[in-house]
């Protein structure tokens, strides 16, 4: 049976790489003390599932980090934090999301896809809720952004 | 001889509900608006009270509701369609309305017929009802809580082996995830009706007996992937249902109990609780795998069913 297994961190550069689930047994309190300089970085591309625990957990850890005058930023933000993100204000915290994944689909050829979008480079399309133009891997059309703008991109305006 | 009253101003659209519900059999009687249809009370003794979206937030729809269920309406139900999604938490917050359903068109003639079909026939229990025939549910019987983490990775690995997004599988991990924690540490409640496992850490292990098993039966049918989460205490019950699925409190703070529920509903695209108080409580909820998230509604269909004894 498959397993899904604890959250892992490992140090990779500036950044600290979070995989896996963020639920009960995520102690998130423990990346506080791994800041570095004023800062963390958290990497979150690896994450694959975040439940209503993992929620909390996240909410106490993004209150601690502006207690102890920590800049989060969030790298590569996996598309299940995304949807908490916008649906619970209060995950948002005071970070800093720089690049997070977006769903995608292409119309020839029906593949769907999560794409990494660039939140500072795509920065002044996003403010105008447009999502940026990305190539399907498979057959090399254009791809659509696959959910509502509005609904999707709502973290980045708070 | 019972009857199903419908209110609503459009005469197309009362029309064709006419026309869905009129197959059971039951009379079906129609108000253009809330006066008429609180007038109407005195004379009928509808099983059900239909309400348009465009009304429901109007403080004549709260009488209505009241006075229809004082005359034994098992269930207030409102059809909400793309222009009133935007109402969403007045409805919620208004406590009254058991069932919700969204619909993209006109009328959603499947949901509505099981609806009351459910209601009238008080046959309430099965995620078939949801799935066309033939529909296997994979069935696994939850003996100890550790159980839970497995059962839904696993849940997700099968969902992707049988063609499915990765949005289903996430959207199906979180549903599964929530619904087995609440059956495991929620539903066990003592004779005073003390919840006694809500406070217990979520990843210690727990021996589930026969009086404390959890069963998850899970489907698809290429319309919905449907996931039933049943447990035998049958402690929740309609209030706590429509609390937390109103709380707005969940999108400011994320805190608090019935945050799983809450979580749950916006994780799918219909939650159906189906209550034999003392018995069972069964959760079952829909995910649409026909339509990608841009052809869907921002909001999502709930009901809440309640066994007559």
Redesign the interface.
């Known amino acids: 049976?498959?397993?899904?297994g604890r959250m892992t961190i490992e140090a990779r550069g500036d950044a600290l790489v979070l995989a896996g689930?963020i639920?009960?047994?995520a102690a998130l309190h423990e990346l506080i003390g791994r800041a570095a300089a004023g800062r963390l970085v958290l990497d979150l591309g690896g994450i694959?599932?975040?439940?209503?625990?993992g929620?909390?957990d996240w909410?106490r850890m993004q209150a601690a980090a502006q207690k102890a005058s920590l800049s989060v930023e969030l790298r590569r933000v996996a598309?299940?934090l995304v949807?908490q993100l916008n649906?619970?204000?209060?995950?948002r915290g005071n970070a800093r999301v720089t690049s997070f994944f977006a769903?995608y689909?292409c119309d020839a050829c029906g593949r769907?896809e999560?794409l990494l979008i660039d939140a500072l480079a795509s920065a002044a399309g996003l403010a105008k809720l447009e999502a940026p133009a990305m190539t399907c891997p498979e057959c090399g059309a254009q791809m659509?952004f696959?959910?509502?703008p509005e609904?999707y991109f709502s973290f980045l305006s708070s | 001889m019972p009857s199903i009253l419908i209110v609503h101003p459009d005469r197309k659209t009362q029309r064709v509900v006419q026309r869905i519900l009129g197959v059971t059999g039951y009379r079906v009687d129609i108000a253009d608006d809330l006066e008429q249809a609180i007038r109407l009370l005195a004379n009928v003794a509808p099983v059900l009270v239909v309400v348009d979206g465009s009304a429901v937030t109007s403080p004549r729809a709260v009488e209505l509701f009241t006075e229809a269920r004082a005359r034994g309406a098992e269930a207030c139900m409102t059809l909400l369609g793309a222009a009133d999604t935007a109402k969403m938490s007045s409805i919620l917050a208004l406590g009254a309305v058991t069932n919700l359903l969204v619909h993209p068109m006109p009328v959603l003639a499947e949901e509505l017929t099981i609806t009351v079909q459910k209601v009238i026939k008080n046959d309430l229990f099965g995620a078939e009802k949801y799935l066309l025939w033939g529909t296997e549910l994979e069935e696994t019987m939850i003996t100890r809580g550790s159980q839970r983490p497995m059962l839904v990775a696993e849940l997700s690995e099968q969902v992707r082996s049988r063609g499915q997004s990765a949005r289903v599988a996430s959207m199906a991990m979180l549903v599964a995830d929530e619904l087995i924690s609440n059956a495991i540490h929620n539903a066990p409640v003592d004779a005073a009706g003390a919840s006694y496992r809500k406070d217990l850490p979520r990843d210690r292990e727990l021996e589930l007996d026969e009086r404390h098993r959890v069963r998850m039966r899970w489907g698809c049918d290429a319309r919905y992937l449907a996931i039933e989460i049943t447990d035998y205490f049958g402690s929740l019950d309609r209030d706590t249902i429509l609390n937390a699925l109103s709380r707005n409190d969940v999108r400011e703070s994320g805190g608090g109990a019935g945050m799983g529920v809450a979580l749950a509903y916006r994780s799918c695209d219909h939650l159906v609780f189906n209550l034999a108080p003392g018995r069972r409580t069964e959760i079952v909820a829909l995910i649409d795998v026909r339509h990608p998230p841009t052809e869907r509604l921002n909001a999502s269909s709930y009901n809440v069913f309640v066994e007559r004894a």
């Open positions: 049976m498959e397993t899904r689930a639920d009960e047994s694959t599932f975040i439940n209503s625990l929620v909390r909410i598309e299940p949807h649906m619970i204000i209060a995950t769903p689909a769907e999560s659509a696959n959910d509502f609904r």
